[in-house]
């Protein structure tokens, strides 16, 4: 099986160098072009690339590995995100339209201006690159781990990290956003179709029929779960964390200003539901159909693949294996160009050099993006499990600081001071709450986080304005 | 819907959220096919975000942008503009 998997694993890395070249051939030199494509991501490209930007190793691994603990109720969390494809279109539109309007290129941008405050933008650019940082180290952790597992150790941890880490940067720091978008492209309909078809050539081998009743005395089938975690409120926790965040991650927030036009915001709002779908059902039910075929697997995460090699020829699992790191690259490469964007735009022109032509810029963020996959590549090699548990906060860090940027595009009285607070106010009580005393009433510590945030939001609004701000004389909008 | 059909789509998605938070309180039993009863419902509400998307797009031409009015839609000074709510 290794050497096929092998082999197709690396047939896609070659088309993906190949698909970047191409975009470097057609990207300017500009930082709107390079980090934003020059705003030309239409109708086919735009759904794709947002759905790719989300979908991480994650939905092939970690999805399938909580059915297999948990049984049917993830398929609610990540279903979820189908749901959200209403407000990730209708505030991506209007979002689009404040950066249409002024020419913002992160999001960071849209925060400072819209607040009129550097120090909204400034907290906002260390909240989230502080929470992406890990998240980065795991891209790279799955990519060692992939490689590793397919080999059967012949291709070592720190060696698959390194390609995958190196193959990210090449067409990354190349072509910009119109490498990642076109590669997007490729990687997102990887992901549907390859789900599909794991999904296709499972079934009849696994007869989900005859294993209901066994599902159902195990827990699989109960909406709290098989080990009972999906208490009512922690589900409501779930559903809202991962709603929220699938708008706020700075990467996904970014990509809307790359949209070409309004038609974009349509092909999302009716393509996102569906590629959701089967994303949120396939893996789920597969890893929880897979408690009763692969009984006690020692590594949930495994089951999915382990499942293919049950019941699939070789090639078909290696060429699944490579959905799952067209996921992973497609995940990095997003999150490493945001990144960089906001080191090159928000901290290096405002504070460092503002004379920088546009054409240093770029090249200061084509550095960023070295410097970010090598240090999340040198964070990834001691495999701390740390790491990985403060990537899963990732989702909750940033899904907390939604409220500021809802705020900003929506109540005309949100001040800068009422911001700050929330973004203070939230994060110190979702730390205090994760790994300290502070109560959570039986939700997520989020839950309360957030609504401390809101209330600190509103309240510091009001105390500080006296009415709406004024129409801002390039967009219109307060 | 109204010009840019942006209170119909808040208030599907209030709807449909409230859907699949409410199916943890639904029943295991009865199974169809190989699905509980509570997960036909999750399932209801993420099918009914694929009905939404057709229905708003291509039913209602969402979103309408500037010089782009609603079938019907008053046009003409004094009208009211494209806003949203």
């Known amino acids: 099986m290794s050497a096929v998997a092998l082999a197709v694993m690396g047939a896609y890395l070659v088309l993906t160098l190949a698909i970047g070249y191409l975009g470097y051939r057609r990207t300017g030199s500009t930082p709107a072009e390079y980090f934003l494509a020059g705003g030309t991501l239409g109708r086919v490209v735009f759904p794709l690339t947002m759905f790719a930007t989300l979908m991480s190793a994650f939905i092939f691994l970690g999805s399938a590995g909580f059915g297999y603990i948990h049984g049917f109720a993830w398929m609610a969390m990540i279903g979820v995100e189908a749901v959200a494809g209403i407000p990730l279109a209708l505030i991506g539109l209007r979002a689009w339209r404040r950066a249409r309007a002024a020419g913002y290129i992160t999001p960071t941008e849209f925060l400072g201006d819209a607040y009129d405050s550097s120090a909204v933008k400034l907290l906002v650019l260390a909240v989230q690159f502080g929470w992406s940082i890990p998240y980065l180290a795991i891209q790279a952790m799955g990519g060692g781990l992939l490689f590793e597992t397919i080999s059967n150790g012949a291709v070592p941890f720190w060696a698959g990290g390194l390609i995958v880490t190196v193959v990210t940067g090449a ?150 294996l490579g959905g799952a790191l067209a996921a992973m690259m497609s995940t990095a490469d997003s999150l490493t160009l945001t990144l960089s964007s906001l080191v090159t735009r928000d901290l290096y022109r405002d504070h460092v050099a503002p004379d920088a032509s546009e054409r240093r810029e770029t090249w200061v963020g084509r550095v960023a993006i070295v410097v970010l996959l090598a ?60 790994f300290g005393p502070a109560p959570a009433f039986g939700f997520m510590p989020f839950v309360p986080a957030l609504a401390l945030a809101c209330t600190v939001l509103v309240g510091g609004s009001l105390l500080t304005t006296e009415g709406p701000k004024p129409a801002s004389p390039v967009t219109g909008e307060p | 819907m109204s ?69 019907g839609a008053r046009t003409g000074p004094g009208t009211g503009g494209e806003g949203e709510p």
């Open chain 1, 171 to 320: 067409y990354l720091a190349l072509g910009g956003l119109r490498s990642v978008a076109w590669s997007d492209v490729l990687q997102g309909v990887a992901v549907v179709a390859l789900l599909a078809a794991a999904a296709t050539y499972l079934l009849p081998a696994i007869d989900p029929l005859a294993i209901t009743d066994a599902l159902r005395e195990s827990g699989h089938l109960a909406p709290a779960g098989a080990v009972g975690f999906f208490t009512p409120r922690i589900w409501a926790s779930f559903l809202l964390m991962n709603t929220m965040a699938v708008i706020a991650y700075p990467q996904m927030f970014q990509r809307f200003f790359a949209a070409e036009s309004e038609r974009s915001f349509r092909a999302l709002l009716v393509w996102w539901p569906v590629m959701a779908l089967i994303a949120a059902v396939v893996p789920v039910v597969l890893g929880a159909w897979g408690t009763q075929i692969l009984p006690n697997l020692g590594t949930p995460d495994q089951v999915l693949p382990a499942l293919l090699q049950e019941f699939a020829p070789a090639w078909l699992v290696g060429v699944i």
């Open chain 1, 375 to 434: 240090g999340g590549y040198l964070l990834a090699l001691p495999r701390l499990g740390t790491i990985i548990d403060l990537a899963v906060y990732f989702i909750q860090g940033n899904a907390l600081v939604l409220p500021v940027y809802l705020a900003a595009l929506y109540w005309p009285r949100a001040s800068a001071e009422g911001a700050v607070g929330a973004v203070l106010v939230g994060q110190a009580y979702f730390l205090a709450g994760t």
């Open chain 2, 3 to 71: 010009a840019n059909g942006t209170r119909p789509l808040w208030g599907a998605f209030v709807v449909l959220f409230g859907v699949v938070v409410a199916a943890a309180f639904g029943p295991v039993e009865p199974v169809v096919w190989a699905f509980p009863a509570w997960a036909v419902v999750v399932l209801g509400g993420v099918i009914g975000a694929v009905a939404v998307g057709v229905v708003a797009v291509v039913g209602h031409g969402w979103p309408r942008g500037a010089g782009e009015p609603a079938p």
